[in-house]
């Protein structure tokens, strides 16, 4: 069969319906996908050993002789198991195969295959389960390096990696985007080696020089997007001008001296209003380090001047939180602040939508409300985006084509996720970047404990504890509800569903305590209720999920015991910790877990040994990628398939260079031999066509 980019997967042998919808789930449906759906890591199975100089650890390949025919057994009612004994000059090794009938017709005694799996040693014998087998001589996934796809369910990789060796003869016919003088000066290898050799490397020299290539044309290509997004906001119409104002009269609104780090961040915020160029500033600060004191700067200076800010908040529970504390705090200046999510009533958004069109509220605070049909503003200068990774670019967008001006509004991005400073660079390429690095005097130091599940009645007691005390705790769950069709996968990992646990908690483990539910699926009085009797201090024990991440502001919590903590990204983790150490007693964070991973448990304790976010971001970051640690790309970074931002900044600021070098002399890559960058550029950032505006 003469394959070709477009041939469907439908095509190739072994696949049907059912597994084209598999493989659909994994964005592959013609054998051009195939080309760029890249391992994410490899097996070396190249050496080969004889049975009794296999080694006992790790997956390894074996050469031996079928000694006899398979047999097969069937257990019980959906469990087959096929027996096989193989042989070589000195040692015996006993198959097992679970469910794998075909085994018995596959197998022929008298003749030698590969085998490649874990080999156990039982008594004078060894043995092999479920290895992957195939005939000596002719072999394709032994005696090599092998590649290791990510999967889904029903889609082995072997089979993977049958239909991309099918697919790879494709690769000649891929046409080079970078341009040759780059290829060139970069010693790059070219595409079709290097998309051969990331699939099935001829060797170790081979497989790092295709990635280098592979890497650097995706880094090279979101750096050029990046440029840019810097030349659109250059090129940006003038941006609204926003007098200065005496900042004293701000401070004289805190109730507390701001840290040096947020005056510095606040004098920089007022300084980017008032120049006449539009703002974009990303304000990066750990836990409780003060950022909304920045923006209510920042709000307060725009009514001032008689223009509107609007504050776009993640969730519900943080904008009804941002709309208590900035009405409290700015009612003073005469500042009115309005909120707009979608729990309102239909008559209660109707007159907050009058009111904005009317310039009645000077501040509105709001979720995805604030982008939705009927909603415009008077005079809107300023853009306030809290949690921005949680929002795509195309809802700031949708919101800035909603202000009443011709000009570009102001952008003002809030992010309690420590980022890298390099990966932020990269990530808001448009953005200036500050950073509240000091945390306000008073903040009560949190202690981390790592807790196996053999201590958790030790821990119970420590909740009882606290709460003799007068303190009250949470306790964060991984889960809402049981999955009824998770079935045995979900009671294997035994994730903690914060409904029934919440009732046992109650019922069995502290009867005498008054234990609360929260989770993102309640409705929203009942969120609010949940909230407010934790707030008011008579709930003494909060369930919850990872809603109280954000929004929750309680000094009398001095304990978060975070269940199966294994599940959890350490940013969010340390996020989750900062909901205590907010008042003056003293406060502690336990990580409960089962995992039996060892990386999982020096993450884990990663944390426990450090407050400081930036480091726990690296960390993070190394361990994720940035597409996990900011969560469903909503951060608007392009998806990158090779490179890592944690690891490859040396290559980052090569492929910058390169961008630069190119954009010099052909700003709109508008020559000819540019176009094939400009549409590889055009399809990376799809999702913000406007860039090139």
């Not at 929002?391 to 011709?406: I, N, T």
Request: glycine letters at 8%.
């Amino acid at each position: 069969m003469s394959v070709t980019r477009d041939t469907p997967l439908t095509s190739f042998p072994g696949v049907g319906e059912a597994r084209a919808k598999k493989l659909e789930k994994l964005g592959l449906t013609a054998a051009g996908d195939l080309l760029t759906y890249y391992p994410r890591d490899y097996e070396d199975r190249r050496t080969l050993y004889s049975i009794q100089d296999a080694p006992l650890e790790g997956r390894v390949c074996v050469a031996a002789v079928i000694a006899e025919r398979p047999r097969l057994a069937a257990l019980r009612q959906g469990l087959d198991l096929v027996k096989a004994r193989a042989v070589d000059d000195a040692g015996t090794l006993d198959l097992t195969f679970f469910n794998q009938n075909y085994v018995c017709q596959s197998l022929r005694p008298g003749e030698e295959y590969i085998f490649y799996g874990a080999v156990e040693k039982r008594g004078s014998l060894h043995a092999m389960v479920n290895p992957i087998f195939e005939r000596a001589g002719g072999q394709s996934f032994t005696g090599c390096i092998m590649p290791v796809y990510p999967l889904t369910a029903g889609i082995s990789n072997h089979l993977l990696a049958s239909l991309v060796r099918r697919a790879l003869p494709c690769a000649a016919s891929l046409s080079e985007t970078l341009p040759q003088h780059i290829r060139q000066e970069h010693r790059l290898a070219s595409l079709e080696f290097s998309i051969k050799n990331i699939h099935f490397p001829e060797h170790e020299e081979a497989l790092d020089l295709a990635k280098r290539r592979l890497t650097f044309e995706e880094l090279f290509y979101l750096s050029v997007g990046l440029s840019f997004l810097r030349d659109r906001r250059d090129r940006a119409g003038g941006g609204l001008v926003i007098r200065p104002q005496d900042k004293e009269a701000f401070l004289s609104l805190l109730p507390f001296a701001p840290t040096q780090a947020q005056s510095r961040v606040m004098d920089e915020v007022a300084a980017d209003l008032s120049s006449g160029r539009p703002m974009n500033r990303l304000v990066q600060g750990d836990v409780g380090s003060g950022k909304t004191a920045v923006a209510a700067c920042a709000g307060w200076l725009c009514a001032a001047s008689g223009f509107q800010t609007a504050l776009m908040a993640p969730t519900e529970v943080l904008a009804e939180q941002h709309f208590r504390s900035l009405s409290q705090l700015l009612a003073p200046a005469g500042v009115r602040v309005g909120l707009l999510t979608g729990a309102l009533t239909a008559a209660e958004k109707r007159k907050t939508h009058a009111a904005l069109a009317a310039g009645e509220i000077d501040l509105i605070v709001g979720t995805h409300a604030l982008i939705s049909a009927g909603v415009k503003f008077s005079r809107l200068a300023l853009i306030v985006a809290d949690e921005q990774h949680r929002f795509g670019v195309a809802q700031r967008a949708a919101l800035a084509a909603k202000s009443g001006e011709d000009v570009t509004p102001h952008v003002l991005v809030m992010s309690a996720t420590p980022i890298p400073r390099t990966l932020a660079l990269i990530i808001y390429g448009d953005l200036d970047v500050s950073v509240i690095d000091q945390l306000p005097p008073g903040r009560t130091p949190i202690s981390t404990y790592v807790v196996r599940e053999d201590k958790r009645q030790r821990m119970y007691n420590f909740v009882r504890e606290q709460v003799g005390q007068g303190r009250q705790v949470y306790i964060i769950c991984p889960a809402v509800g049981e999955d009824p069709e998770a079935g045995e996968a979900s009671a294997a990992t035994e994730l903690k569903a914060v409904k029934s646990y919440t009732e046992k908690l109650q019922r069995e483990v502290f009867p005498e305590l008054t234990v609360g539910l929260l989770h993102g699926k309640m409705r929203p009085k009942e969120k609010e209720a949940a909230m407010s009797a934790f707030v008011r201090g008579e709930t003494q024990v909060l369930v919850s999920t990872t809603v109280v991440e954000v929004g929750v502001d309680v000094p009398n919590a001095s304990l978060i015991i975070i269940e199966n903590a294994d599940r959890f990204g350490l940013s969010q983790l340390h996020q989750l910790r900062g909901r205590v150490g907010r008042g003056k007693h003293p406060s502690h964070c336990v990580l409960i877990t089962s995992t039996r991973s060892l990386e999982a448990m020096q993450r884990l304790r990663t944390l426990a040994s450090t407050t400081d976010g930036f480091k726990i971001s690296e960390e993070d970051l190394k361990a994720r990628g940035p597409g996990d640690f900011f969560g469903n790309r909503q951060h608007g970074l392009p998806q990158m398939k090779l490179a890592d931002l944690a690891g490859d900044m040396r290559l980052l600021s090569e492929t910058q260079e390169a961008a630069r070098s190119l954009l010099a002399g052909d700003p709109q890559l508008a020559l000819p031999e540019n176009q094939p960058v400009l549409e590889r550029v055009r399809r990376l950032f799809a999702d913000t066509p406007d860039i090139f505006n």
